[in-house]
């Protein structure tokens, strides 16, 4: 209310501003020129009072409350004392009239912050110069004017208490209303803080929420990576429980662990004698062709170095990395060593390798679990080559026993005849063995039958082929893929060393010889199914004739 107040004062002021000027015009027309001293007495004041106002106005003055109601009060009281010097004239009486209905309506509602109390104390104090004004003005009009003069002052003082009345009661209307607006303003600025509040809430818990969902799609990835890591370990302990092929169970687990896990390298090694293997195994796994070469010629030193610090699982990454010659210029930025340990002796070597330097960080079971299936699985594979041992060797010289060798011929024979392939048997014993036993006695002569089947099998390994003992002190050496011109050589050689070779027996010496049957298909015989008897008949054909000697089959033989 106080601003709409502050809005009429300019239009108050140039009421005010104007009215001088209309003053002057006025009394000029009048014929007020008697008192032209008044007059400009009057318009001084009034400009004064206007440039006050207009100094406050623009704030260029700051009088406290209590100086600008005593200002407005001595405005009033000049009006009042103007209008009692000026001459008696209609207009002039009207313009004063005005000018102290302005300066009393400011006098009284300005400043008052429309407090009733204040309000009513400035009527008071503005009806005292007025009723001063009309009581001295008594002498100054006739007895019916002054009743005039004295009733215009009176319906300008209602009309100005009215005026106020009116200010006063639409102040405390617009109180009441900025009090409501207030609280509602209240209201909303609290529900906005409460709404900001609930919005950071939501806004937490929306954060909160997304940040779960990261960690269950996560989750989810890695619920979905064991369920793929169980199956692939059901899948190699399926396979490896159907087999005791210890060869392709290293593979299939290297194919499982390279599509699992998708690393870069994954290598299996077995060491010797581990599964009845007198040679170490190795099966690897890459993409990098010559890191798979080189890695063959350094996977047996990198076990070795592993069993001997004994570790079971071994992360290498960074400038360690640099021992590992095979790597080259490979991406390999991380490896893991993981050892197979029986008795703490390790016999087993997985190495997988990765170009992700965090590969093995969030865990390696998976690769864990697989090696220790493996073990078990080489396990029940040692216990049943063992076993299979038992039935296939003979029990004193640990080479096939003749049952075996059967089945093995056999399965030879029909691949020489399905491939046109050459096989040659020799079948041999020792010369005069009754006198070895009756001469050192049957534990030399034992020595000298494990010998025989040692040399034998030595050779049937070097050359691809088969030994077994055929009967007390008779041995039969097959060897597939070799005629008999080739297969003549390599007995010869064989042959010498039986007979070089010295037994040694209770500080006896013991030398021996033998006697070699041979039989080759296709070049002697057409069918293989008559190899060894063939064989058979030259042996004896050689005992016959000297013993010692190295005979092979042919038509004279046989008609002999």
Known sequence: MKELFSEHRQTYQKIKYTGSIILLAGAGAFGVTKSIGLIIAAVFFMVLFYTFDELISREILHPSKNTFVIYRFSELSVYCIFDYLFPTNNFIIVFWTLMILLSGLEYIVRASEYDRATIFLRKILFLAPVVIKVLVSFTKYAESDWFVYAFLQVIVSIA????????????????????????????????????????????????????QKIDLARTLRELEQVNVEIESQSEILKYMASTFDVLKCMNVVTDSIMEVKKPKLC???????????????????????????????????IFKDCAMINDSKRIIKGDLLKRFKFIGEANINSIGLFLLKDKKKPYCLMMIGSDVEDHFDHSTKYYENVLIEFGAALKSTKLYLKMEDMARKDGLTGIFNRVYNTELFKKVSKEAISKNEPLTVALFDIDKFKNV???????????????????????????????????????????????????????????????????ESEGNSISINVCIGVSSYPSICSDPSLLVSRADNAMYYGKKNGRGRLVLDSPNIIND
């Open 267 to 301: 290598a299996l090694y077995i060491d010797e004698n581990v599964y009845q293997n007198k040679y170490s195994s190795c099966t690897i796994k890459t993409n990098y062709s010559s890191m798979n070469r080189r890695l063959k010629k350094e996977i047996d030193t």
């Open 160 to 211: 100005l208490f009215s005026i106020a009345d009116a200010f006063t009661y639409q102040s405390e209307l617009f109180d009441i209303k900025k009090r409501q607006l207030t609280i509602e303003k209240s209201n909303i600025e609290s529900n906005n803080e409460k709404l900001l509040d609930y919005q950071e809430k939501v806004k937490t818990i929306n954060e909160q929420i997304n940040y």
């Open 437 to 503: 036993n009756d001469t050192y006695g049957h534990l030399a002569g034992d020595e000298v039958i494990k010998m025989v089947a040692r040399v034998t099998e030595k050779y049937a390994e070097k050359y691809e082929g088969f030994a077994c003992r055929f009967g007390g002190e008779e041995f039969l050496l097959t060897l597939p893929g070799y005629d008999d011109k080739q297969a003549l050589e390599i007995l010869e050689t064989m042959h010498e060393e039986i007979k070089s070779t010295t037994v």
